[in-house]
């Protein structure tokens, strides 16, 4: 299953990027998504979840308030605004499908990856 994400870039603290992450038809409409990030030598993380009707979205501590994780599922994409970006949020971001409608914190819960996209904040 292809996952592009995309939207990735680099910025100034307290700018916002918006994050997009297609996929195939029946994977994308059909179950949860998630993002994650990865910074080198650390594990990922996750960031944000989004259930496969939108209904229910769950956020990190350390983004919420700031990102805003949406989907369309017409268009198989699921977004990741990011506003007041912290030189911490830089990362490489992975946009992920669940194994399930929901979704959850931990990287078993996604069968598929995309190939992440970086995010570079500076002070």
């Known amino acids: 299953v292809q996952l592009q994400a995309s939207g990735g870039g680099l910025v100034q603290a307290g700018a916002s990027l918006r994050l997009s992450c297609t996929t195939a038809k029946r994977t994308g409409s059909n179950n949860g998504m998630g993002w994650f990030r990865q910074t080198p030598g650390k594990e990922r993380e996750f960031v944000a979840r989004?259930?496969?009707?939108?209904?229910?979205?769950y956020y990190a501590a350390a983004v919420k308030g700031r990102f805003t994780i949406s989907r369309d599922n017409v268009k198989n994409t699921v977004y990741l605004q990011m506003n007041s970006l912290k030189v911490e949020d830089t990362a490489v971001y992975y946009c992920?499908?669940?194994?399930?409608?929901?979704?959850?914190?931990?990287?078993?819960?996604?069968?598929?990856w995309g190939q992440g996209t970086q995010v570079t904040v500076s002070s």
């Open positions: 992920a499908v669940a194994r399930g409608v929901y979704g959850g914190d931990s990287v078993t819960s996604y069968q598929y």
């Open positions: 989004i259930s496969r009707s939108a209904d229910s979205t």
